[in-house]
């Protein structure tokens, strides 16, 4: 069992227009970071949520995490061909003690 | 604006020879991580390290693989008989304090041949 999923698994999709990645688990974080990780090189900080509800901008990335702190998205608005890239989800758990669990990441491809 | 450096970019060795991945973390963070990552799958947790010793480790993390912080900037990862398997990116990481983020390093690519 998935300890964190990550949807969807592919994204496609035209420069300017929006969408949102999510990243579902079913036990409650302690913290939660996403990524972005271009081939060949190391996962590059976007935002840390810590806080159920909270809301991170980020110019166009708009981050939200859960009331129940089981669930995150990434809003990414008017997107670039710039924003092309895997975003990786990465959650701590109280049970689990400071180490990282990553999802399996959305790749997400914008065409201009 | 600081980050975490990792030595060598790439390596390749030959099945059985002991291989030491090198890294430096942020300078004043305190906690240490590796990671690795085999093409096409995810970033899995090899080991953190705080106050000169481990205080967690995967199952990957087997009598294989050790780990040192040989002086004041250096976090070094060693397979001492490496495998096909371990072929992978690896990732170091820091973070200043426990449960806070952590940055990773661009990677060493570990080609076991």
């Known amino acids: 069992t998935q300890l964190l999923e990550q949807s969807p698994q592919f994204l496609s999709i035209q420069e300017g227009e929006n969408l949102t990645v999510y990243c579902n688990s079913s036990?409650?974080?302690?913290?939660l970071q996403w990524y972005r990780q271009e081939p060949g090189e190391g996962p590059v900080l976007l935002v840390t949520?810590?806080?159920?509800?909270e809301v991170k901008k980020l110019k166009r990335l708009t981050f939200q995490f859960g009331d129940a702190r089981k669930d995150s998205s990434l809003h990414i608005t008017a997107a670039q061909p710039g924003d092309t890239g895997l975003y990786l989800c990465?959650?701590?758990?109280?049970?689990?003690?400071?180490?990282?669990?990553f999802g399996a990441g959305t790749i997400l491809r914008v065409k201009s | 604006e600081p980050e975490v450096t990792q030595t060598p970019s790439h390596q390749v060795t030959q099945m059985g020879q002991e291989v030491i991945l090198r890294c430096v973390p942020i300078?004043?963070?305190?906690?240490f991580y590796w990671y690795r990552q085999i093409l096409g799958q995810k970033v899995e947790f090899l080991v953190s390290?705080?106050?000169?010793?481990?205080?967690?480790k995967s199952e990957i993390f087997d009598d294989q693989f050790s780990v040192e912080r040989p002086d004041g900037s250096n976090f070094t990862l060693k397979i001492r008989s490496t495998k096909l398997e371990d072929s992978a990116m690896y990732f170091c990481?820091?973070?200043?304090?426990?449960?806070?983020?952590?940055?990773f390093g661009q990677g060493t690519r570990l080609t076991v041949v």
């Open positions: 300078s004043n963070h305190l906690y």
């Open positions: 390290f705080y106050n000169n010793e481990i205080s967690e």
């Open positions: 949520v810590v806080t159920g509800g």
């Open positions: 990465a959650g701590r758990y109280m049970e689990y003690g400071n180490k990282l669990v």
């Open positions: 036990s409650v974080f302690s913290s």
């Open positions: 990481a820091s973070s200043s304090q426990m449960n806070t983020e952590a940055f």
